[in-house]
Structure formats: structure tokens, C-alpha cells
């Protein structure tokens, strides 16, 4: 009997601490943000972990990804799909399904280039399962985009042979046009 009211003491004891702790934090201001009335400032999301997202090597959509596999044995929810390019190191398919990834962090932690991140991506909003499905070849591209309004390093180097070849045509011309008066300007000059 004795060891029964001592329990409930203990119960109606660990009842008033929750009860105290829940008072509290009801009384206390409010720290959920009420989007989109007011949106989280960067600074407090760096610590986030939003969907992965491929590290870009330079700002012309190339991605530090050797295509190694570690991602993929490493990642317990088998959510990266990863598919060795043609040519070179370069992933052809990358492939992840956030609805899979359980954000543990083991495929960041086991690449050896650190080509891969997680994303501060707080307001993705997706109105179907496989919008989930993400290629993240392709939002390394868009994100390239963005930086670099000239795309690809591939494209930035062909608008870059096209001006080489406008500018040698340009003074190709201008040679043929002194050529042409050169003559013409001396047959008239005493000699």
C-alpha cells in the first residue's frame, strides 16, 4: 500500500513538470513560421537538409561526379540511380527519388569528390509522387543556366569560335580591301 501511493506521488510528480514545461512553451512566442506571410531567412536554414543536389565544378552545368557508384551502395533506402556516361567519368543518368531518401546523410558522407549535397530547398512543393523523381543532372544544368545565362560550357565555347571566326573574317576583309587600294593609291604617287 505503501509502495502504491508512492508511485502515484511519483506519477502526479512527473505529470506537473510535463504540465509546467507545456505551460511554458504556450505562453512563450510563437517560433513556427506561418508561410508564405513570412518566409525563413537563409542564415537559419543552412543547417536544412533539403532534397540532394549535385555540386557544380564550374558554372557551366559540369557536375564533380566521377560516377563511381559510392552514392548508391552506400544509401540504405536505394533512392540514387547512377549510369556511367559514354565518354569519360561523367554520368550519363542521375537519378534520385526523394520519396525514398530517408536523409541520413550516408551518400554525402561517402563520396570521395563531395559531389553531392544536400539542397536549403525549405518550400519544394510537389502535387504527385513521381514529381519527386528527380534528375539531378538536369537541375545542375538549370542551376548552371542561371549562373551563367550562356549554358553549357559546351555552347559558350561554340558562341566563342563563332566570334574567333567573325572577327578573322572581319580582318580577312579589311587585308583584301588595302590590298586592293594599295596598289591602285602608290601607281598614282610620284616616284
Not at 21 to 34: C, E, M, R, V
Not at 87 to 98: A, M, N, R, T
Not at 146 to 174: F, H, Q, S, Y
Amino acid at each position: 500500500m505503501f509502495k502504491a501511493i508512492i508511485d502515484n506521488l511519483k506519477g502526479l510528480y512527473s505529470l506537473l513538470v510535463g504540465l509546467f514545461i507545456t505551460g511554458d512553451f504556450f505562453l512563450s512566442p510563437q517560433k513556427t513560421t506561418h508561410y508564405p506571410r513570412k518566409v525563413d531567412d537563409p542564415e537559419t536554414l543552412k543547417s536544412y537538409r533539403g532534397p540532394l543536389e549535385l555540386v557544380p565544378a564550374d558554372n557551366y552545368g559540369n557536375g564533380k561526379c566521377i560516377s563511381c557508384q559510392m552514392c548508391v551502395r552506400a544509401c540504405p533506402g536505394h533512392c540514387l540511380t547512377v549510369t556511367k556516361g559514354d565518354k569519360g567519368k561523367e554520368p550519363k543518368v542521375y537519378l534520385y527519388d526523394f520519396t525514398l531518401c530517408c536523409l541520413c546523410a550516408a551518400c554525402v558522407e561517402s563520396c570521395p569528390t563531395g559531389a553531392i549535397r544536400f539542397s536549403h530547398k525549405v518550400y519544394m512543393v510537389a502535387p504527385t509522387r513521381e514529381a519527386l523523381h528527380l534528375d539531378l543532372i538536369a537541375d545542375l544544368k538549370s542551376r548552371a543556366t542561371k549562373i551563367d545565362p550562356m549554358g553549357t560550357k559546351a555552347a559558350r565555347l561554340k558562341v566563342a569560335k563563332a566570334e574567333a571566326e567573325a572577327a578573322k573574317a572581319k580582318a580577312d576583309a579589311e587585308d583584301a580591301a588595302k590590298a586592293k587600294a594599295g596598289p591602285a593609291g602608290s601607281a598614282g604617287a610620284p616616284a
